[in-house]
């Protein structure tokens, strides 16, 4: 909206927008597929809860349900990290009058990639040092630090 | 030596003509996926339809290239080879649908939209190779910005930037193609 509305200030304003467009349908797609993977493997633990003999292949499979549902927070923390840097160079080269709804826009990305990064770490299938959790926590990373650029000034 | 790919349609029909084989691969390469896309997208028509209609199109573009008067018409000859041929598949298949009815039904907006589609496609082939390659890796490939740094060693803090320019570049290149299109009496 920000980039919309800076048309005539700002020549890539038409092209900022299109990227803001193409992340927010990709958060449509990841925020179902989130969904999906949480139901499952929050299913498998249940199976596995449920039956404590040994079962090499039922492990495997837990195991494989628990790295999906580590891998799609992962998207969502580096999406998250992309809306924040958006939102930065709107706020940053757009038009003023909307500097205040583009600060909101990275401040509600980093939080996204706050919590999804989170989630990644909580998720049984990862261990401390586990190289998605490095990347994930470098996305909240990233997006916190283009949040603060629009919002340290008005602190 | 002209590569293939730089010649216009009119060019490219005309080495055709000679028989050139090559320059028969490329008009095939060239216009595959939109004669592909009208039957699949346009006329919703199965794989194996396509593919049927696919071969009968481009069997009958060879035969019949010497009846195409205008040599840069041949993507709308093409476009209309394909749509009648799909209106033939469709009428000789069991469905009980009116074919009158799925002509008018893809006249409307599936076609548009596909003939859209190419012709950003051919735009983006206009843009130079760092623009292509950029815009694909974030509107096809869904990379993120942090992907695509590390891949093309470029600072995070551009990416978006650069992107923004390239696809004003693609919007300009959109124009330029736009302009004489309207005015070649297609």
Redo the contacts between chains.
């Keep these: 909206m920000v980039a919309r509305c800076s048309r005539d200030s700002w ?6 927008a ?2 803001a467009e ?1 992340i927010r349908d ?1 958060a449509v797609v990841l925020a179902q597929d989130d969904g999906r993977v949480w139901e499952e493997a929050l299913s498998a633990l249940h199976d596995a809860r449920g039956d404590e003999s040994a079962d090499a292949r039922r492990d495997f499979r837990l195991e494989q349900t628990l790295q999906d549902a580590a891998a799609v927070p992962l998207e969502i923390a ?2 998250g ?2 809306a924040a ?2 939102a930065a ?1 709107a706020g940053e080269r757009g038009d003023g009058t909307y500097r205040a709804d583009a600060s909101a826009a990275a401040a509600l990305a980093a939080g996204g990639a706050r919590a999804a990064a989170h989630l990644v770490q909580v998720n049984l299938a990862v261990r401390p040092g586990d190289t998605r959790l490095v ?1 994930a926590r ?2 909240e990373q ?1 997006a916190s630090e283009a949040a603060d650029r629009l919002l340290t000034p008005i602190r | 030596m002209t590569a293939l790919s730089t010649l216009s349609d009119a060019d490219l029909v005309r080495r055709c003509r000679t028989g050139d084989s090559e320059a028969w691969s490329e008009l095939v390469e060239r216009y595959s996926r939109y004669v592909y896309a009208i039957c699949v997208r346009g006329f919703r028509l199965s794989d194996e339809d396509a593919e049927d209609v696919f071969q009968d199109v481009f069997t009958r573009a060879f035969l019949r290239l010497e009846t195409l008067r205008d040599g840069s018409a041949l993507k709308p000859w093409l476009a209309q080879l394909t749509r009648h041929r799909c209106l033939d598949a469709i009428a000789s298949s069991s469905r009980v649908e009116p074919v009158e009815e799925v002509a008018a039904d893809v006249g409307s907006g599936d076609m548009e939209e596909i003939e859209e589609a190419f012709a950003v496609r051919e735009a983006v082939a206009g843009l130079s190779d760092a623009c292509q390659d950029i815009l694909d890796r ?2 096809a490939q ?1 990379q ?4 695509i740094s590390h891949e093309l060693d470029i600072p ?2 551009t ?3 650069r ?6 570049k693609l ?1 300009s290149e959109l124009e330029g193609r736009n302009e004489p299109a309207e005015g070649s009496g297609e």
């Design positions: 020549n890539e304003s038409g092209g900022v299109a990227q193409a990709r580096e999406l990290a992309d840097a958006l160079l990347r470098a996305s990233a | 974030f509107f869904d993120s910005y942090r992907t995070a803090g990416i978006a930037s992107i923004a320019r390239c696809l004003g919007r």
